[in-house]
């Protein structure tokens, strides 16, 4: 099972980034999806979710509004569509996946956001 994130970058507050998770090894149709991110210094943390069942969404408050997470589970593709960034928002972004139940998870490697002018 393999995730493979891209998308990342340098961009100025107020840009847009949109990041791209591959997923291969399983029927990822059945996990739930999200991304998390870690910046320097502080824990990792979720910052958006996607049900497998029903694809409801969830997002941690700071980025409400201005993130949007999304699927497309015939490409086996997650994307974490970014607006608005902020400074703050700075961290390595990794994919995630899970099947709660069966206690399964996995990991990508991370890709860098930097916002910064």
């Known amino acids: 099972v393999q995730l493979v994130e891209s998308g990342g970058g340098l961009v100025q507050p107020g840009g847009s980034l949109r990041l791209s998770c591959a997923a291969s090894?399983?029927?990822?149709?059945?996990?739930?999806m999200s991304w998390y991110r870690q910046a320097p210094g502080k824990e990792r943390e979720l910052v958006a979710a996607?049900?497998?069942?029903?694809?409801?969404?969830d997002y941690v408050d700071s980025v409400k509004g201005r993130f949007t997470i999304s699927r497309d589970t015939a490409k086996n593709m997650v994307y974490l569509q970014m607006n608005g960034l902020k400074p703050e928002d700075t961290a390595v972004y990794y994919c995630?996946?899970?099947?709660?139940?069966?206690?399964?998870?996995?990991w990508g490697q991370g890709t860098q956001v930097t916002v910064s002018s």
């Open positions: 995630h996946a899970e099947r709660r139940y069966f206690g399964l998870r996995y």
């Open positions: 090894g399983a029927t990822f149709t059945n996990y739930d």
């Open positions: 996607i049900r497998s069942a029903g694809g409801s969404t």
